[in-house]
């Protein structure tokens, strides 16, 4: 049989190739991504690396101008920054003469400067311990002190330290650019300890002071306020008498550029920075035509590896299933068996598979063997009915009451074939009512016990009952003597004269048990399996003369499934048969 065509869009192949499709390009496309934005945070730490050595260059060269009036001798300390950072550094006037050159070329590195180096302009957010006023810290000029003031106020700051260590504050001697030394502490400078000798000015800074005072006035034009040094600090600070704003403001400029013009003579003059050897592209990761190819080729041998793989597994997937279809599409009575290749689910599928085909070969010869058996069940009575209808109808006969009573027998046993037919035909549609009522084990054994116990008086069988008053059991009265009754027939039957046959019930924690006990002659243990088989007898000539249509114990199962319960047999061929009811304990007492 010809499997129809599957739609592309629906084929598993096809969906199996998508996904793997769209895994591949997600999967490359992440990375990618991670690689781009990898390589832009490396590129942005390298920038701000480099922004940091540009700083530290800077720095460098606003201290040697600082502390040199001139410029003489600043290329070694060029070659030794441009050495350490891998940079070309070259310094020159504003005019653009070369002072130096870590490349010893008299052209510039680039066509505009990367910093002005100004140490009485420099930047308070790069150069730390700047002033506001904008001068490094290191231009000192004239106040530098001598070495005999350095000694004299070495040993002022030890005697201050001894003070204050011995009043039990701990302290620290610092040192500024100047040489000047001053004792910091933690806490508050005791009385004892501020002689005030260490705040002093030496001759040389009163001089400067002096100096830098006329400067100020200068500017200011006025002899109203006054320039003075107060303790341990460099730095000057404006001391006047009671001036307006507008005067304030004026006084402070005023004094920076006093300051600034008393240190001109000791800094070197203003000159420009010259970085170079620093890619200046855009942070922005940008690829090269070189790298787009092999992110390209990249890409597409990933989708090629992933849909060349995907098509060989898709492949082994869709053949196995395609067997199974077309096993499951032949006709009704073609069944065959399909390889189990493999162990995964596929293979899982077609051990189910051939396990399901089993079955219905199994459901398909019984439902063959149960039309047979209503066939022969039906065709004995009917045929029997019609003979002596006929032998009557042609005057062979006379309708004596002893045919009538034949024919009325046979007729019973239609009835009861249909009737049994109806009762399995409902229970397994699932139609079956059931009146439930509260029943004692006690009263329903024995009316069916009395029920029977005249066809076991006549064929010499003691039928006995034994049940303990208080079990009792969940039911529909009807039909649990139905169920009851057919294992009791069934039992009379196959039990000979002077046996027993025995009916008990118990109740244990989760269920009620009822028994039917006989000394038969019991079930041969290879039949035992079948026994609840539609029209299945051990006499397989389906002879009456053991009574039966086979379809007695069939119905016991179901009405017995049918109350939520469950029957059992067991047996030993020549001593007894047990059939035992398990059937659910009552929820209501």
Not at 126 to 153: C, F, K, M, N
Not at 392 to 398: L, M, S
């Amino acid at each position: 049989m010809v499997l129809p065509e599957v739609p592309l869009h629906r084929s598993l192949l096809f969906r199996l190739l998508l996904t793997s499709v769209v895994i591949a390009v997600c999967s490359v496309a992440a990375t990618t991504w991670l690689a781009v934005q990898t390589t832009t945070r490396a590129v942005t730490e390298a920038r701000g690396h480099i922004l940091s050595e540009d700083t530290d260059i800077l720095r460098h060269l606003s201290g040697f101008a600082a502390t040199h009036p001139r410029w003489d001798g600043v290329q070694g300390i060029v070659t030794e920054l441009s050495r350490t950072t891998g940079r070309r550094i070259s310094l020159t006037t504003t005019s653009g003469v070369v002072i130096a050159d870590s490349a010893s070329q008299d052209v510039r590195p680039s066509t505009q400067a990367s910093a002005i180096v100004d140490p009485l302009h420099v930047d308070t957010y790069t150069s730390p311990g700047a002033q506001l006023s904008g001068i490094d810290p290191r231009a000192v000029g004239p106040y530098r002190l001598s070495d005999t003031d350095r000694e004299h106020l070495r040993t002022l700051a030890d005697e201050r330290l001894a003070c204050l260590r011995s009043q039990g504050v701990d302290g620290a001697i610092e040192e500024a650019p100047s040489g000047r030394l001053s004792v910091t502490s933690a806490e508050q400078t005791p009385w004892e300890c501020a002689d005030g000798k260490l705040n002093t000015p030496t001759p040389g800074e009163l001089t400067a002071l002096n100096k830098l005072n006329d400067f100020f006035q200068s500017c200011l034009g006025s002899h109203d306020a006054f320039l003075s040094l107060p303790g341990t600090e460099r730095d000057s600070y404006i001391h006047s008498k009671p001036i307006n704003e507008k005067h304030g403001e004026k006084a402070r400029n005023c004094a920076d550029e006093a300051r600034r013009r008393q240190l001109g003579p000791y800094v070197a003059p203003v000159a420009e920075l010259y970085l170079g050897d620093v890619s200046r592209s855009d942070p922005r990761f940008d690829l090269s035509t070189a790298n787009k190819v092999k992110i390209i080729g990249v890409t597409g041998l990933v989708l090629a590896l992933t849909i060349a793989i995907t098509s060989v597994v898709a492949v082994r997937l869709v053949r196995p299933l395609r067997v199974l279809a077309a096993a499951a599409q032949r006709p009704a009575d073609q069944h065959i068996l399909v390889p189990v290749t493999t162990r995964d689910e596929t293979g899982y599928l077609a051990a189910a598979f051939n396990e399901f085909t089993a079955r219905r070969e199994l459901l398909e010869a019984q439902r063959k063997a149960m039309v047979s058996d209503i066939a022969h069940e039906l065709r004995t009575p009917l045929t029997n009915i019609r003979g002596w209808l006929e032998i009557t109808r042609d005057g062979i006969a006379e309708p004596a009451p002893e045919l009538i009573a034949s024919l009325h027998e046979e007729a019973l046993l239609l009835q009861r074939v249909v009737d049994d037919l109806q009762d399995l035909a409902a229970a397994d549609a699932g139609t079956l009512k059931l009146r439930r009522e509260l029943l004692s084990a006690r009263e329903l054994l024995a009316h069916v016990a009395a029920a029977h116990g005249a066809q076991a008086e006549a064929s010499g069988i003691t039928l006995l009952h034994q049940v303990p008053d208080e079990v009792q059991l969940e039911a529909d009265p009807d039909r649990i003597r139905q169920i009851v009754g057919n294992l009791v027939s069934n039992a009379l039957r196959h039990t000979s004269a002077g046996g027993t046959i025995t009916l008990t019930a118990e109740q244990t924690d989760d269920h009620v048990l009822l028994t039917v006990r006989d000394t038969g002659s019991g079930i041969a243990p290879e039949d035992l399996p079948h026994i609840f088989d539609r029209f299945w007898r051990a006499e397989k000539s389906r002879s009456r003369r053991t009574g039966g249509s086979g379809l007695g114990l069939a119905i016991v199962r179901n009405l017995v499934t049918a109350h939520g319960g469950t029957v059992t047999a067991t047996s030993d061929p020549g001593v007894e048969t047990v059939f035992t009811l398990h059937l659910p304990k009552p929820q209501r007492v």
